[in-house]
């Protein structure tokens, strides 16, 4: 009940196109749903963040979509770039400080 | 404003050695987790700590162990390492309040164990 499902476990796509990556939880308790960015030998950077109060959460190119009912949430990367090629996790955690817990992550390759 | 630091960056120990892993958290945060990211994985909670103490504790063997000091740094200590143990370790900083869900990661030391 604690696990957060990601898929795809790869992705390519052409610069200029949208990459979608998608993830589903079980536990209804979770209240917070980040994903991080993460380049090679570095640590996961926040991306963003969005809360079940909300369906859809916007910044820059980047956009959460949010469905309660179904408890899945997606990340939609517009206009991609070949900078945003790395890997990224989505998240869950049910409270302020409360651990996170992941996905097992999308190695995202954006092509010319 | 300086954020997440840890030391060292990169480790090789020994089967059954002990290791001291460090973490100063991002300018006015209070809060420390450690996380455990084996290759090609997610990153797995470890342990948080708040005000010195742990707070809350994944599903770790208790030869993971932290201290927190009061400038809020904090240690991870592992003892009896075994190969599966290698991975990158990752501290994340938060602050405390009812909003507070937001985690900052480190860039991670890297351990190695032969």
């Known amino acids: 009940q604690q696990q957060v499902k990601q898929s795809p476990q790869s992705l390519i796509v052409q610069k200029g196109g949208i990459s979608i990556i998608n993830c589903a939880y079980e536990?209804?308790?979770?209240?917070?749903f980040p994903w991080y960015q993460q380049f090679p030998g570095k640590g996961p950077a926040l991306l963003i963040a969005?809360?079940?109060?909300?369906s859809e959460k916007k910044e820059g190119r980047f956009t959460i979509s949010f469905n309660k009912s179904a408890k899945q949430f997606s990340l939609h990367i517009m206009d991609s770039q070949p900078g945003d090629s790395a890997t990224y996790f989505c998240a869950a955690s049910m409270l302020p400080n409360e651990k996170l817990t992941f996905g097992t992550g999308t190695r995202l390759t954006i092509i010319p | 404003d300086a954020g997440v630091t840890q030391s060292p960056t990169h480790l090789i120990k020994t089967r059954g050695q002990q290791v001291t892993l460090r973490c100063s958290p991002k300018s006015g945060h209070d809060t420390v987790s450690w996380y455990q990211q084996a290759l090609g994985q997610g990153p797995q909670f470890i342990f948080q700590?708040?005000?010195?103490?742990?707070?809350q504790r994944g599903n770790f063997p208790d030869r993971f162990s932290g201290h927190q000091f009061p400038n809020y740094s904090s240690e991870l200590n592992v003892n009896a390492l075994l190969l599966g143990d290698s991975a990158l370790y990752l501290c994340?900083?938060?602050?405390?309040?009812?909003?507070?869900?937001?985690?900052?990661f480190g860039p991670g030391t890297r351990l190695t164990v032969t």
């Open positions: 994340a900083s938060s602050p405390t309040g009812f909003e507070a869900y937001e985690q900052y």
């Open positions: 969005i809360r079940p109060d909300v």
């Open positions: 700590y708040y005000e010195e103490e742990e707070r």
């Open positions: 536990n209804t308790a979770f209240d917070y």
